[in-house]
């Protein structure tokens, strides 16, 4: 069982950076794949950024170059640093956790792009 709790939401102005965390706690997180969602009002779960448990990263074209996600195992958490924010980038950020067996899901932190 893995608890996902996410933060580092808000409002920012077009241009801006935030940079998210989702904390995870329960099993070992060094074994889980990790993923960075998002959901706008209105439209599907779109997946941005991946980190598996090797390392690995993977992007969305639509958040690449302006994303990048990263992980602290010892921290037990992964982080999106999200810079030149539009305001098509308002939505819930949602992390996940998955291995061949299971997928866990953060409740999600809302960001909001706004002038």
């Known amino acids: 069982q893995v608890h996902l709790v996410e933060s580092g939401g808000g409002l920012v102005q077009p241009g801006g950076s935030l940079r998210l965390s989702c904390a995870a706690s329960g099993s070992r997180f060094s074994g889980y794949d990790m993923g960075w969602y998002r959901q706008a009002p209105g439209k599907q779960r779109e997946l941005l950024a991946t980190?598996?448990?090797?390392?690995?990263?993977n992007y969305a074209d639509s958040v690449k170059g302006r994303f990048t996600i990263s992980r602290d195992n010892a921290k037990n958490t992964v982080y999106l640093q999200m810079n030149s924010l539009k305001p098509e980038d308002t939505a819930v950020y949602i992390c996940?956790?998955?291995?061949?067996?299971?997928?866990?899901w953060g409740q999600g932190t809302q960001v909001t792009v706004s002038s």
């Open positions: 980190t598996t448990s090797g390392g690995s990263t």
């Open positions: 996940n956790a998955r291995n061949s067996y299971y997928i866990y």
